[in-house]
């Protein structure tokens, strides 16, 4: 099963701008995450936000969620070219008392110098 | 990443042949999970364990097993590997459920 689908797919934006992706899910969730992954390598978690939050933030992260729509949203503010790489929203998924993460598919963000 | 690591990083094996993968972790995290990553599918959940000895299927185990006999590693086991298992293999640790999941750097599997 595959709950969160990000859009866009890609993004590509000039350095200095903000990027905003968006996380679409189908169930009800207790928590929804969003992880970086860098070109060959592993996923980094960045900022977990739960069913009864709206919104939260880490450094130039921002993160919302409108548990009405099934949606959520990652803002990155004043992007550098470090910030390229592929981001992941990820629910939780309870089958038979376990918990695992769901994640969708991605977006990858490109930011030109 | 700190604290969790994954052998091979690269491995390239005949089809038919069986293939394990190791990851190990130094966090004394209860849960740990095997997922691969292929291109239009994201990330796909194989097998995750919730203790020692304690594993569960995922939504692709099929073809796959696994084995925990220590907290620190969660192998995974190709019974007899064939071209659709090509993929990165990835682990990941939680110390709860509900948590971040920490993910090791991955293991690059081609089966020709």
């Known amino acids: 099963s595959q709950q969160g689908e990000e859009d866009p797919q890609a993004l590509s934006i000039q350095e200095g701008e903000n990027a905003t992706m968006n996380c679409s899910y189908k169930?009800?969730?207790?928590?929804l995450q969003w992880y970086r992954q860098n070109s060959g390598r592993g996923l980094v978690h960045l900022i977990l936000?739960?069913?009864?939050?709206r919104e939260k933030h880490s450094g130039r992260l921002r993160v919302t969620l409108d548990t009405s729509k099934k949606s959520s949203s990652l803002l990155i503010t004043a992007s550098r070219a470090a910030d390229t790489a592929s981001y992941f929203c990820?629910?939780?998924?309870?089958?038979?008392?376990?918990?695992?993460?769901?994640f969708g598919q991605g977006t990858r963000l490109t930011i030109n110098p | 990443d700190a604290g969790i690591t994954q052998s091979p990083r690269h491995k390239v094996t005949e089809t038919g042949t069986p293939v394990t993968l190791r990851c190990h972790q130094t966090?004394?995290?209860?849960?740990m999970y095997w997922y691969r990553q292929d291109p239009g599918h994201g990330l796909r959940l194989i097998h995750y364990?919730?203790?020692?000895?304690?594993?569960d299927k995922g939504e692709v185990s099929d073809g796959y097993s696994v084995s925990r006999s220590k907290t620190e590693d969660f192998l995974l086991t190709l019974e007899s590997a064939t071209s659709s298992q090509t993929s990165v293999y990835f682990c990941?640790?939680?110390?709860?459920?509900?948590?971040?999941?920490?993910f090791g750097s991955g293991t690059r599997l081609t089966v020709v």
């Open positions: 990820a629910t939780d998924e309870w089958v038979g008392g376990a918990q695992k993460l769901v």
């Open positions: 364990s919730y203790g020692v000895k304690d594993t």
């Open positions: 936000i739960r069913s009864n939050e």
């Open positions: 990941a640790i939680s110390e709860y459920q509900g948590d971040g999941y920490t």
């Open positions: 169930t009800s969730i207790n928590n």
């Open positions: 966090e004394n995290h209860r849960y």
